[in-house]
């Protein structure tokens, strides 16, 4: 047991006696008197059901969390009385700034109605219909372990994060919540899918380990966010509308926009998150810079990784002659310039400047003669 | 099917039969999105813009735009009348548009279809929502194919 209460409450006569008057009948009914808000919120659309949108009403709004949660340590439902004594949860981010997003509620409303189950909501019999050549099989199985090895990253870096986070932030604990259930689902499904195959797991990535292991060591949760959602989920969701593109059957290709549309939902959050951060630390842009000048080359050894690289180039030409390999070559360089330029919008979107000039990505470019 | 493919009669009918599917959406969860479908003219057709507005489960309403401004639109998918009319005529024994046509293969390398939009969320909601896009293709290659 690593926390002793300051009471020891079998100890405490006060409170046995209080205790006992409960028992009895005899009720303080203190909390009927709790100094809050009086609300009564309803649906405003009843098919939608009663969304957090309906509920963000005075004091229990998200607009009503300060930018710096002084004296708010417990986990107390945000709006609730605050009696005296309340524990301090040691609560690391206490700042609205350090992880909110203008789109927090509407993203957790929709994710949690976007759920799907890789179990069941794919037809994996289906896969008898579409047979497809064994080297391509085995290169389809090489993608699946490389994703199955990062897509969990995405769980554990929210999970890491969110008993840090002020308990006023709910909402964006919720969020990231599900997060970790969406990515704990892509683990799965590509598993999964590389064990339905014949073939199976095949090899994992030193390379891509190393950048897993940058996102889990930022220094902050906004560092760490745009690390992980967007730049590394960035380029996932390109990878992901690639993996789609390039699917032999429509069951890869159905997972695939499944994840996709997971995916997209994280990059969403973390480009308004790096926005709103922006907006309230304009002269922590460097910071930023800081981060990404690392991220990105981990980043690129992720990308260039055999174990990523070369199955994309093979599935993407659609063989091992020598003919599908330049073409794929074509096709894989197409996509990863396109993901290069999303990214750079996405964070002159978010607010930071300047960065197509110094980023790693135009260095690589420059040094490959893309 | 009686309406000529892309055109009103083809949209008014589409709409009736998302209503129809209206269950399919449903299990697909929320789907918030405006979007237009851009008829880029060729030999086979004029130019043509249609912008079909989905909120929570179902489609609001499909309405004719002009092709210079579709108005408040989160993106829009442009490709030649030859284009959409393999797409939408290329449906697999299980009524859905085969793996080769399918809305984010058609968009991946920018042809033969694009996508245009004026922001990132907006153009993100492409991939949010993929899914649900795609059932929406799939129920308009029914349409087409009927």
């Not at chain 2, 245009?116 to 308009?140: C, M, N, Y």
């Given at each position: 047991?690593?926390y002793?209460?300051?009471?020891?409450?079998l100890?405490?006569?006060?409170?046995?006696?209080?205790?006992?008057?409960?028992?009895?009948?005899?009720?303080?009914?203190?909390?009927?008197?709790?100094?809050?808000?009086?609300v009564?919120?309803?649906?405003?659309?009843?098919?939608?059901?009663?969304?957090y949108?309906?509920?963000?009403?005075?004091?229990?709004?998200?607009?009503?969390?300060?930018?710096?949660?002084?004296g708010?340590?417990?986990?107390?439902?945000?709006?609730?009385?605050?009696?005296?004594?309340?524990?301090d949860?040691?609560?690391?981010?206490?700042?609205?700034?350090?992880?909110?997003?203008?789109?927090?509620?509407s993203?957790?409303?929709?994710?949690?109605?976007?759920?799907?189950n890789?179990?069941?909501?794919?037809n994996?019999?289906?896969?008898?219909?579409?047979?497809?050549?064994?080297?391509?099989?085995?290169?389809?199985?090489?993608v699946?372990?490389?994703?199955?090895?990062?897509?969990?990253?995405?769980?554990?870096?929210?999970?890491?994060?969110?008993?840090?986070i002020?308990?006023?932030?709910?909402?964006?604990?919720?969020?990231?919540?599900?997060?970790?259930?969406?990515?704990?689902?892509?683990?799965?499904?590509?598993?999964?899918?590389?064990?339905?195959s014949?073939f199976?797991?095949?090899?994992?990535?030193?390379?891509?380990?190393?950048?897993?292991?940058?996102?889990?060591?930022?220094?902050?949760?906004?560092?760490?966010?745009?690390f992980?959602?967007?730049?590394?989920?960035?380029?996932?969701?390109?990878?992901?509308?690639?993996?789609?593109?390039i699917?032999?059957?429509?069951?890869?290709?159905?997972?695939?926009?499944?994840?996709?549309?997971?995916?997209?939902?994280?990059?969403?959050?973390?480009?308004?998150?790096?926005?709103?951060?922006?907006?309230?630390?304009?002269?922590?842009?460097e910071?930023?810079?800081?981060?990404?000048?690392?991220?990105?080359?981990?980043?690129?050894?992720?990308?260039?990784?055999p174990?990523?690289a070369?199955?994309?180039?093979?599935?993407?030409?659609?063989?091992?002659?020598?003919?599908?390999i330049?073409?794929?070559i074509?096709?894989?360089?197409?996509?990863?310039?396109?993901?290069?330029?999303?990214?750079?919008?996405?964070l002159?979107?978010?607010?930071?400047?300047?960065?197509?000039?110094?980023?790693?990505f135009?260095?690589?470019?420059?040094?490959?003669?893309? | 099917?009686?309406?000529?493919?892309?055109?009103?009669?083809?949209?008014?009918?589409?709409?009736?039969?998302?209503?129809?599917?209206?269950?399919?959406?449903?299990?697909?969860?929320?789907?918030?999105?405006?979007?237009?479908?851009?008829?880029?003219?060729?030999?086979?057709?004029?130019?043509?813009?249609?912008?079909?507005d989905?909120?929570?489960?179902?489609?609001?309403?499909?309405?004719?735009?002009?092709?210079?401004?579709?108005?408040?639109?989160?993106?829009?998918?442009?490709?030649?009348?030859?284009?959409?009319?393999?797409?939408?005529?290329?449906?697999?024994?299980?009524?859905?548009?085969?793996a080769?046509?399918?809305?984010?293969?058609?968009t991946?390398?920018?042809?033969?279809?694009?996508?245009?939009?004026?922001?990132?969320e907006?153009?993100?909601?492409?991939?949010?929502?993929?899914?649900?896009?795609?059932?929406?293709?799939?129920?308009?290659?029914?349409?087409?194919?009927?």
């Amino acid at each position: 047991m690593a926390y002793y209460a300051p009471t020891d409450f079998l100890a405490d006569d006060a409170f046995l006696d209080g205790f006992r008057k409960i028992r009895n009948g005899e009720l303080t009914l203190d909390w009927m008197e709790a100094k809050t808000e009086r609300v009564k919120c309803r649906p405003k659309n009843p098919r939608r059901g009663l969304t957090y949108q309906d509920i963000d009403v005075g004091s229990y709004s998200t607009e009503a969390i300060p930018e710096v949660l002084r004296g708010r340590q417990s986990m107390a439902p945000r709006g609730a009385e605050l009696p005296p004594g309340l524990p301090d949860m040691g609560y690391m981010v206490n700042r609205k700034s350090d992880v909110w997003a203008d789109n927090v509620i509407s993203l957790y409303e929709e994710a949690k109605t976007r759920q799907w189950n890789a179990a069941t909501d794919i037809n994996w019999m289906e896969l008898d219909e579409h047979p497809v050549p064994d080297d391509l099989e085995k290169a389809f199985c090489q993608v699946c372990t490389f994703l199955s090895e990062v897509e969990m990253i995405a769980t554990d870096l929210p999970a890491k994060w969110i008993s840090r986070i002020n308990h006023n932030l709910v909402e964006l604990k919720s969020l990231l919540c599900v997060q970790a259930v969406d990515e704990a689902r892509h683990s799965e499904v590509f598993r999964k899918r590389a064990l339905a195959s014949g073939f199976g797991l095949m090899k994992a990535s030193v390379y891509a380990e190393h950048a897993l292991k940058g996102i889990l060591s930022a220094d902050t949760y906004t560092q760490a966010s745009v690390f992980l959602h967007l730049l590394g989920e960035g380029f996932i969701l390109s990878t992901f509308r690639n993996g789609e593109a390039i699917a032999q059957t429509p069951v890869d290709k159905r997972i695939f926009r499944l994840v996709m549309q997971d995916e997209a939902r994280h990059v969403s959050y973390g480009m308004m998150h790096l926005k709103y951060f922006l907006r309230e630390h304009p002269k922590r842009a460097e910071e930023i810079h800081i981060l990404l000048d690392e991220a990105e080359t981990l980043m690129i050894g992720a990308l260039g990784s055999p174990e990523l690289a070369e199955p994309l180039i093979v599935l993407a030409g659609k063989g091992f002659a020598k003919d599908n390999i330049a073409r794929g070559i074509e096709l894989t360089q197409e996509f990863q310039l396109r993901a290069i330029g999303e990214y750079f919008r996405r964070l002159e979107r978010a607010g930071l400047e300047g960065r197509p000039e110094r980023s790693k990505f135009t260095q690589l470019l420059g040094l490959l003669g893309a | 099917m009686s309406a000529e493919l892309l055109t009103k009669p083809f949209f008014e009918e589409l709409q009736r039969r998302l209503a129809a599917e209206a269950s399919e959406f449903e299990k697909l969860g929320y789907f918030d999105t405006i979007f237009g479908v851009h008829v880029l003219p060729d030999k086979e057709s004029d130019e043509r813009l249609f912008v079909l507005d989905f909120d929570l489960y179902s489609c609001r309403g499909i309405r004719e735009a002009s092709p210079e401004d579709a108005g408040d639109v989160d993106f829009v998918l442009a490709a030649p009348y030859g284009v959409w009319r393999e797409a939408l005529t290329s449906v697999d024994d299980k009524g859905r548009i085969d793996a080769a046509h399918s809305i984010n293969t058609l968009t991946h390398h920018g042809e033969p279809m694009s996508v245009t939009s004026s922001s990132p969320e907006g153009h993100d909601k492409l991939f949010r929502f993929a899914e649900s896009i795609q059932l929406v293709f799939d129920v308009a290659g029914r349409v087409a194919t009927a």
